[in-house]
């Protein structure tokens, strides 16, 4: 059990470690472009709200990073 | 560009940022210690990362559906690229300390110093389990974005190749030079990466989901493109809040 719950801390640590939303962000980001796609959006508009949330995933992390230096 | 070029191009770079760091741990361990131990140390770690990389590339290329594929392999790129651009960007701004090797190495050999003596004779096996884990510990992640570009593009030889040369450069200069490579400009390296594997995973994770890029494979220099300019601008507002509360707070 001991072994067990330490390989998974050791996954955990080495995709999440201390930044959960840049984890779940890209998951996030491609389930919305998922659903758009479904929905029937053009590859252009599906492509375009995919970028622009990759930068509002990353501009999201570096502003509580930021925030967490501040406090 | 071809496919090719940039899957070679991209493990390379990856892999050198990443073995600069493991060889700190290397040296550290073979100056203070012994040299054939940390050698034979390194070596296994690089064999069980080959091994990895060779047994689930081939997996992966062989049975899992290409769309799949694309899916998992830009998510996985999506998260290791957004985690390594946002901390070259912190750095940049100067809102994160800069990785210092010459610092790293020397905290390296104090604490080796303070372990057990070398034995006389036969394998140390502090060396061993010290290199070990540090080039396995730093080339996982190599491992994962060359399993990642290999599989997705079909090109697992080239992206292992990328990797392998970087591996021997590094290794080499560091054995040679016997210091840490402390002039490397690890950060401006990590933001180049960063770029490409947030890119690469924004381009196979929208094809994965089922995007009909209107441009095809030009979409990766437009992203990319994109990304840049963003990180860019990144840099210059954290910098510039950072300028901002120095003066409220000399105020």
């Given amino acids: 059990m001991r072994y067990l719950r330490a390989f998974g801390r050791f996954w955990w640590d080495f995709l999440v470690g201390d930044r959960l939303e840049l984890f779940l962000g890209p998951i996030a980001v491609l389930a919305v472009a998922a659903l758009l796609v479904r929905w029937g959006a053009s590859g252009l508009v599906a492509g375009a709200v995919l970028f622009g949330l990759v930068i509002v995933t990353g501009a999201l992390s570096l502003a509580l990073v930021v925030a967490a230096g501040r406090r | ?251």
């Fill in chain 2, 1 to 251: 560009m071809s496919i090719v070029l940039v899957t070679v191009l991209s493990s390379f770079l990856a892999s050198a940022v990443e073995f600069v760091e493991a060889l700190t741990v290397v040296l550290a361990a073979g100056i203070t210690r012994q040299w054939r131990s940390t050698l034979i140390g390194a070596g296994a770690a690089v064999l069980t990362l080959a091994v990895l990389i060779g047994v689930f590339g081939t997996a992966l290329v062989r049975f899992v559906p290409i769309e799949l594929l694309r899916l998992l392999v830009g998510c996985v790129l999506l998260i290791f690229g957004l985690q390594w651009l946002t901390k070259a960007i912190l750095r940049a701004a100067g809102a994160r300390a800069r990785r210092d090797e010459g610092a790293l190495y020397a905290a390296d050999v104090a604490e080796l110093a303070a372990d057990p003596p070398v034995p006389g004779s036969g394998m140390d096996w502090i060396s061993f389990t010290v290199a070990f884990k540090g080039v396995l510990l730093e080339g996982l992640e190599v491992a994962f974005i060359v399993i990642s570009f290999g599989s997705t593009s079909r090109q697992l030889g080239p992206a292992a190749l990328g990797a392998a040369a970087a591996a021997v450069l590094v290794m080499t200069a560091g054995v040679l030079l016997r210091r840490p490579l402390a002039r490397v400009p690890e950060n401006g390296l990590k933001f180049v990466v960063g770029l490409m594997l947030t890119s690469f995973g924004a381009y196979w994770g929208g094809e994965g989901v089922g995007i009909d890029w209107p441009t095809g494979d030009l979409t990766i220099l437009g992203l990319l493109i994109g990304f840049a300019v963003a990180s860019l601008l990144a840099v210059r507002l954290v910098a510039s809040g950072r300028g901002v509360r120095r003066a409220a707070g000399a105020a």
